[in-house]
């Protein structure tokens, strides 16, 4: 069941308009990954300015519940975005929702670095109600860009380009390192304030009260790139599939597509009805159970356990990195030092462990499969962990390198891995009525991951202790195992249309596909008068 505009989709030859809406997604997602990650550049300076006690021979920390909301709460409001947002989206059409979450952004994004209060707890109460909507607006980007450029994409480099979307989480994560290194190196060039020199934590005088200023510039500054991508996001017309098999407009999705692809696109008005039919069943019907309802606990059970792993590394390098010596102990640094090392640090893992996993990912999706980069993230980073959990004394006192070595693998691992596959994997393999929404249930399940990380995983690293880092870590080894397991619920979706790994085309769902020889071939049962050569796709 053929239909023009969808066709022209798949097979359309890459052009710069692909490239402009990789950009403006993944301009959502540089902002997205900054906003959530540059608080904990930021989480130990909050300590020192708003929790010290006069008399205390330490810096001041932030109690173990407030340390937990200052830096989980935007996941959770993530969680309730991507529901929301992504059920919206399959309502309403993806442009509509996708500038409202933008705005959102960028106003939470500067109010909060306007945080305000009469105590301490005044001012983390302000920041957590501004950062849980700031995280409600970011959950809307994950369902709403990744349904945008997979329905955009030919079927091809679909992979391919959701991917490079993702990837521009990883930059957002070097940015969040490198602004709060930038400032807080700035502050501490300036030689006309003493306050702002400071030295080793001897009294009060560490904690510079300037400091308080640049906590706030850090989290403003996550409002700039949103701003700036605004107006071209406004700008991108509904797409192609929702405009027709959504909408029915079949005349108008061909006409958009038309415009954007610089080709002319027949309506086929008649055979859009006839596909409409076949397809009309909802998320809750037992017909969606019967064809993806496997694939949607295979997509929910990945993501959950990836984020648990990814979001308590990411969230837990600022209590790593003292204990095991790759910067300089609390009491040896005053606050803004404390805030540069941490940030270098976390720079520098960054750039040469989490940012080149993405890009592999993006480069070899296509040749490797979705299915085997999942599969073999998850095996080594299970593999990283579990090394550094048995081996974290021998590291922690006698080679540094090689823990910083290992721990920069499991970044790796994560990004070519099932960090990027499990973001692309719910935009390809649900049909396009629920499309965005199962991307948003896949998606929160994540974020119900990342809470335990933030919130669980995280308290057995805060102390510092040898003992809890360690057994922290063999947890983590654990849930990437299951996870690995787990991976063998979903099916291997490369070069595909969405309509035929959805069963849209009138042919069975790829619920039904089993993976052969790791993901490589895929075997689709036959339906009606379908040739043979539809139903094996080599790969």
């Known amino acids: 069941m053929a239909i023009a505009v969808l066709e022209a989709l798949d097979n359309a030859r890459t052009q710069w308009y692909h490239v402009t809406a990789i950009m403006i997604a993944g301009m959502g997602f540089f902002t997205d990954a900054y906003d959530l990650f540059c608080i904990s550049t930021i989480s130990k300076l909050l300590g020192r300015l708003y929790f010290y006690h006069p008399g205390s021979q330490k810096p ?5 519940n407030v340390n937990n909301l200052v830096t989980g709460v935007a996941l959770v409001g993530t969680l309730a975005g991507q529901l929301f947002f992504g059920w919206l989206g399959d309502k309403l059409g993806r442009k509509k929702v996708y500038g409202v979450t933008l705005v959102l ?33 970011i959950g809307g980007d994950y369902p709403l860009s990744a349904t945008i450029m997979s329905e955009y994409a030919n079927k091809k480099t679909r992979g391919a380009f959701i991917a490079a979307v993702f990837a521009m989480q990883g930059v957002g994560i070097i940015f969040a390192g490198l602004v709060s290194m930038v400032v807080s190196k700035i502050f501490l060039m300036n030689d006309n304030a003493p306050a702002y020199k400071g030295d080793d934590f001897q009294n009060v005088l560490s904690t510079q009260p300037q400091a308080d200023f640049m906590w706030r510039t850090v989290l403003m500054l996550g409002a700039l790139p949103a701003i700036l991508t605004f107006y071209w996001r406004m700008k991108m017309p509904e797409t192609g599939r929702y405009t027709a098999l959504i ?58 356990l990836l984020d648990i792993a990814f979001y308590s590394q990411n969230l837990t390098q600022k209590d790593i990195f003292p204990a095991i010596g790759l910067i300089k102990k609390e009491l040896q640094m005053n606050a803004l030092q404390e805030v540069y090392e941490t940030s270098r640090a976390m720079f520098i893992i960054a750039l040469f462990g989490t940012f080149p996993g993405y890009w592999f990912t993006v480069a070899l999706i296509e040749k490797l499969g979705r299915f085997i980069i999942q599969l073999v993230g998850f095996f080594m980073m299970s593999m990283f962990m579990l090394i550094i959990g048995l081996k974290y004394d021998y590291l922690k006192e006698e080679n540094h390198k090689l823990f910083a070595l290992l721990y920069g693998l499991t970044f790796f691992f994560a990004n070519f891995g099932p960090n990027s596959t499990t973001f692309v994997l719910p935009a390809e393999l649900f049909p396009t009525r629920v499309r965005s929404t199962c991307h948003a249930i896949s998606a929160a399940s994540g974020k119900a991951g990342a809470m335990i990380g933030a919130f669980g995983i995280q308290s057995y690293t805060l102390s510092g202790n040898p003992k809890k880092i360690r057994r922290a870590m063999l947890i983590l080894a654990a849930t990437n195992m299951i996870g690995f397991f787990c991976t063998f619920l979903v099916s291997e979706t490369k070069g595909r249309s969405l309509e035929e790994i959805s069963g849209e085309d009138g042919g069975e769902s790829g619920n039904r596909t089993t993976s052969i020889a790791a993901g490589r071939l895929s075997f689709s049962r036959q339906q009606g008068n379908r040739r043979p050569s539809d139903a094996v796709q080599g790969q």
């Not at 106003?107 to 501004?130: D, E, K, R």
Request: hydrophobic residues 45%.
């Open 60 to 64: 001041g920390k932030l109690p173990k």
């Open 105 to 137: 952004m960028v106003i939470c994004a500067i109010c909060s670095g306007l945080s305000l209060g009469s105590s301490p707890h005044a001012v983390m109460g302000t920041l957590c109600f501004f950062r849980f909507w700031l995280g409600f607006g």
């Open 247 to 304: 909408r029915g407009k079949a005349d108008q999705a061909a006409m958009d597509m038309g415009q954007v692809l610089d080709i002319e696109i027949d309506a086929d008005q008649d055979q859009l009805a006839q596909f409409k039919a076949a397809n009309n069943y909802t998320l809750l019907s037992q017909e969606f159970w019967t064809r993806h309802g496997r694939h949607l606990i295979g997509t929910t059970t990945t993501w959950f």
